[in-house]
């Protein structure tokens, strides 16, 4: 998991109980800022901190800035980190999957009839593990899932490159009475064209 490895540079520190969150120079939590395309994250783990709210094989880099950082990516004082997302391939489908011990995902990518688009989806299992294990009056239940959508169109370097965004993370905690629910949609868009060095 990359946001869980950025936990272990120099500078980043996790926050105790193994609860989800980057503290980067000592700051709060909620001063370190973290970016997806361009796109402010508004909870970068899941419950506990077990998972990340973006898988690792549709990411291309992740750059740590420890403060300093400019006024576009403001209200944070501790720390920047900016994700970009892999561009979905166009020469034939590819896709792949994972199984852990607390979720299951899978993804896929390639081209379409315009353009290419890539694909995932993640959810957890461990409601159902504790629903079967535990007796029905000791049930406090956690899942999540996520899901993430790119679609690319055109050349830059002609008439220009539309990418599309859409990615999505929902937590809940729920027993036979009550729930709590913790998620987030984010949708964009960018159009992008190269003229000369411009």
Known sequence: D?????QSLPGVAR?????????IRGQSPRDTNVYLDGIEVPLAFHFFGLASFYPASMLDSLEVTNGGHGVEHGRGQGGLVTLVSKAPRREGWAGGGEGSVLDAQAHAEGPTGVGAISVGVRRSYIDGILRAVLPPDDRF???YYDSQIRWDAGDPRKRG???LWMFT???????DETS???????????YQRQR???
């Open 2 to 6: 990359v946001l869980k490895a950025v």
């Open 15 to 23: 926050i105790p109980f193994g609860l989800g969150g980057l503290v």
């Open 141 to 143: 239940l956690p899942r």
């Open 161 to 163: 490159l539309i990418s």
């Open 169 to 175: 993370s929902n937590d809940r905690m729920s027993d």
């Open 180 to 190: 709590f629910t913790e998620a987030f949609v984010r949708i964009g868009a960018r």
């Open 196 to 198: 000369g060095t411009t």
